[in-house]
């Protein structure tokens, strides 16, 4: 039989990840991580199973050559470090799962051999030693969590050389023994200042020139944290702001600078992107915007400033935006009390939802 590649991405730090911080959003944090390194495939690599925090992928009877496999490895580090500088510079979420999410790393492990295979519930899914030697591999005498491993017999199949260097890698040997069997390897610590990250969109910290139109307060008897997931976690709209036909966003997704949502009302299809203002520090400010409306835009910030422990205060401010003087006409005559009227209740709404929620 030909040899066949085993390929398992890592992500390091998971387990103490969620077992000591909000699990809601470490879970949207790992599966956002997940989901970009299956799209950081381009080796044609097929997914056998997601394993909580790992990948395992395969290659039937074939091993991509030196080149193409380390060129796959670099791909999936740059990937992976690159999303965890989007959460970092566009989080907007103060909770330990979205501030310490850049703290995670990431290792790779690639081996090779023959595969077999069995059916389970009609998905066929590669079986044998090959595959348990992949997996003993997770765990080594490595030190560090930031590292791609090849098994020995994956490195001479490639014909990596021995200390094999580059300008990302620097390779050693190692081995462990697993149930009385030695299993060699080549490894190489990443350094992540060396990967050329990728580009995203600058988060929008928006600056107005003049005060709110609309400013409503209220306190609400519940943490600012708390508060906060209520605000910007889109499952829980529809609780507290009525007349939406149906809210469309990412329920695998934490909301973060840049992140949009769809309001549907009566079939017009209302977009809103998440931006933010500057705010003293003891503040939290989560915005949205939409330009889907008769004047040119609105914007609408939820500001949250803890009170106490268990309760805190929401202001929300809102600037709409229009240039001609028919909007602004529009504005001032009907628009700007409707949407008055329409927060007021969203308001109260939310403090209603809060309440029941908290006793329950």
């Not at 091993?63 to 490895?73: G, R, T």
């Not at 348990?132 to 080594?140: D, F, M, S, V």
């Not at 330009?291 to 914007?299: F, N, R, V, W």
Request: net charge negative.
């Amino acid at each position: 039989m030909s040899n066949s590649l085993l390929f398992i991405p890592d992500i390091s730090g998971f387990t103490h990840f969620v077992q000591s911080t909000e699990v809601e959003h470490s879970q949207h944090v790992i599966s956002e991580l997940l989901e970009v390194l299956i799209n950081a495939n381009t080796q044609d690599l097929k997914l056998a199973e997601v394993e909580g925090d790992a990948l395992f992928f395969y290659k039937e009877n074939e091993v991509p050559s030196q080149e193409k496999l380390l060129a796959q490895i670099e791909t999936m580090f740059t990937a992976f470090y690159s999303h965890l500088k989007l959460l970092e510079k566009n989080r907007i979420c103060p909770c330990n799962a979205c501030a310490t999410a850049p703290n995670l790393q990431l290792k790779i492990i690639a081996h090779c051999g023959e595969l077999q295979f069995i059916t389970v519930q009609e998905k066929r899914k590669p079986f044998g030693q090959t595959v348990i030697e992949a997996h003993r591999l997770l765990k080594n005498s490595i030190e560090s969590d930031n590292y791609a491993l090849l098994s020995a017999e994956l490195a001479n199949t490639i014909g990596l050389p021995i200390n094999y260097k580059s300008k990302l890698y620097f390779f050693s040997n190692g081995k462990d023994t697993y149930d009385g069997k030695e299993i060699a390897y080549s490894f190489s610590k990443i350094d992540n200042d060396k990967l050329k990250l990728n580009p995203f969109a600058t988060p929008q910290v928006v600056d107005f020139e003049y005060p709110a139109s609309i400013i409503l307060n209220k306190e609400f008897d519940i943490s600012a944290l708390r508060l906060l997931e209520y605000i910007t976690n889109y499952a829980y709209r529809h609780y507290w702001v009525k007349g939406v036909d149906k809210f469309e966003y990412n329920p695998d997704e934490v909301t973060r600078l840049g992140t949009e949502h769809v309001c549907v009302i009566d079939g017009k299809r209302l977009n809103f992107i998440t931006v933010t203002k500057k705010a003293s520090e003891d503040e939290i400010v989560y915005g949205e915007y939409t330009t889907d409306l008769p004047i040119d835009a609105i914007y609408q910030f939820f500001i949250i400033k803890p009170v106490s422990e268990k309760k805190c205060r929401l202001t929300v401010e809102i600037y709409p935006k229009a240039k001609s003087l028919l909007k602004k006409m529009m504005l001032s005559l009907f628009i700007k009390r409707a949407i008055k009227k329409s927060i007021q209740t969203s308001i109260h709404n939310l403090e209603m939802f809060t309440r029941e929620v908290d006793v329950n």
